[in-house]
């Protein structure tokens, strides 16, 4: 090795060192305030009332939870009064500016939220199914009850939000047929379509989360002081409101 080559090693180890670094806070300065997108979902335009597609469909999936007391969303793909009302208590809630226009700020928060899934980040497919992994045998196909704990999961982070973002512990989600026989579900029981959840105390006693979940889009609550229910809360999707839980004042 000559002397020239030798002397030169020291400046060209703080060249790539500096060419290095000077990388790493180009991407910084680049990336920084920008909307990141996850291996779910990426919203490509800003959504407000009057617009309709897909887009406002993935949008509505995820502020579900959040319609007004004893109020229930449309997943409809329409952004109408009802969707703007939900995204402005979404924005409340996370401390955005609340105007009810889907934008950067607020997909950034979505993606925050949620896994390349689409699961909210403190939920999962598995807690919400430990009858099979396969979503079969339910009282629709397994396509259609999977859909409908992904829609109860959005609810359940904004119900867990709006408690101080403690855990919320589920005992039950999806069931088939058989599981729910061996349980003692009742035969039209919402467990078969995958969008009921029983929620067991833990941060919070059973009648805090009956209490709470009227805020979040649940039709079906059940729970201390309805028949068989004094061990845990019982929240669904059902078509009309049937709310029940007499020692919760509810």
Same mark, same amino acid.
């Given at each position: 090795m000559s002397r020239r080559t030798h002397r030169s090693l020291p400046f060209r180890l703080l060249l790539s060192i500096l060419m290095i670094a000077t990388a790493s806070l180009t991407g910084v300065v680049a990336t920084a305030g920008t909307a990141q997108a996850d291996g779910c979902y990426t919203w490509s335009r800003t959504l407000s009332q009057g617009t309709s597609g897909a887009d406002?469909?993935?949008?509505? *999936? =995820? +502020?579900a939870g959040y319609p007004g007391y004893g109020g229930?969303?449309?997943?409809?793909?329409e952004y109408g009064p009802g969707t703007a009302a939900a995204v402005t208590r979404f924005q409340a809630a996370y401390g955005?500016?609340?105007?009810?226009?889907?934008?950067?700020?607020t997909f950034s928060k979505i993606y925050a939220l949620q896994d390349d899934d689409c699961t909210p980040v403190?939920?999962?497919?598995?807690?919400?199914n430990n009858c099979n992994s396969t979503w079969a045998g339910g009282a629709v196909s397994a396509a259609t009850a999977k859909s409908n704990a992904l829609r109860t999961m959005w609810?359940?982070?904004?119900?867990?939000?709006?408690?101080?973002?403690?855990? *919320? =512990? +589920?005992?039950?989600g999806f069931r088939s047929h058989a599981c729910n026989d061996a349980v003692g579900g009742a035969a039209s029981s919402r467990h078969l379509y995958?969008?009921?959840?029983?929620?067991?105390?833990?941060?919070h006693s059973l009648c805090r989360l009956a209490q709470q979940?009227?805020?979040?889009?649940?039709?079906?609550?059940?729970?201390?002081?309805?028949?068989?229910?004094?061990?845990?809360?019982?929240?669904?999707?059902?078509?009309?409101?049937?709310?029940?839980?007499?020692?919760?004042?509810?």
């Open positions: 406002v469909t993935a949008l509505q *999936i =995820r +502020v229930v969303l449309a997943i409809d793909g955005l500016a609340a105007d009810g226009v889907a934008g950067p700020a403190h939920f999962s497919y598995a807690e919400l609810k359940l982070e904004a119900l867990r939000h709006a408690l101080g973002d403690q855990s *919320i =512990r +589920v005992t039950s995958g969008d009921a959840a029983d929620l067991g105390s833990g941060p979940a009227r805020n979040h889009g649940f039709n079906g609550i059940l729970g201390p002081g309805y028949p068989g229910h004094g061990d845990h809360t019982h929240l669904d999707h059902r078509a009309g409101r049937f709310w029940s839980a007499s020692s919760c004042g509810i």
